[in-house]
């Protein structure tokens, strides 16, 4: 039985160790995503942070931060998801699935207009995401793993729009 919650101050330990050993164990690698989580929280931008926990043991982790984005001069609500970790030895059994849910659901509550994300387009289209949503917004991350969904109906894609990221990504990168 796997339970979807917020995460405790006592999870840290266990949420950085478990970021840490699935992007090790990933096609890319360690590229500090574990420390990234942790800078984001230093920066008081972790503004959702949610855990998968099966058996007392955490399984899952998935992270939300604002994003500085404008949609043809006008500022739009903006987040990053990223980033999103299932145990390995637990992964394919929909953990990341129920946590990007979990977090969409959260943001559409609380007013988001769009989540923007670096991932795989190959498993984040399932959620929503596309390539050509996110295509507008200038960044340094721009091509084809920069993605968008939009929340707000009312939210229509621009000509032209930019959206950074919260300042530890690029930190986590130096
Ligand atoms: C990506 C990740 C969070 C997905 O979590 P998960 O619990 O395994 O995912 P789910 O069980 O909800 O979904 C599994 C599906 O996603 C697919 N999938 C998982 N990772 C994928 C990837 N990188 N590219 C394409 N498809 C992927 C699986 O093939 C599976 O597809 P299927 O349902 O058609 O069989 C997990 O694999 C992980 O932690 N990977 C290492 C870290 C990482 O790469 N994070 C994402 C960075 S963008």
Do not use: N
């Amino acid at each position: 039985m796997i339970e979807l919650r917020a995460e405790r101050p006592d999870d840290r330990g266990a949420v950085l160790a478990l970021v840490h050993q699935a992007f090790s164990a990933s096609e890319r690698g360690h590229t500090g995503e574990a420390e990234l989580v942790d800078m984001l929280d230093e920066d008081c931008d972790l503004i959702f942070s949610h855990v998968a926990e099966s058996d007392g043991k955490i399984v899952g982790h998935i992270a939300l931060s604002p994003m500085r984005a404008k949609a043809d001069g006008a500022p739009i609500r903006a987040l990053g998801l990223g980033p999103v970790a299932a145990l390995p030895g637990r992964q394919r059994r929909g953990i990341g699935s129920a946590l990007v849910a979990a977090a969409h659901d959260w943001a559409a509550k609380e007013g988001w207009q769009m989540i923007f994300l670096l991932g795989d387009p190959r498993y984040y289209s399932r959620f929503g995401y596309s390539v050509d949503a996110a295509q507008p917004f200038a960044s340094p991350y721009a091509g084809p793993y920069w993605q968008a969904i939009l929340l707000d109906d009312s939210l229509t894609l621009p000509k032209a729009g930019k959206a950074d990221y919260a300042p530890a990504f690029a930190r986590s990168e130096s």
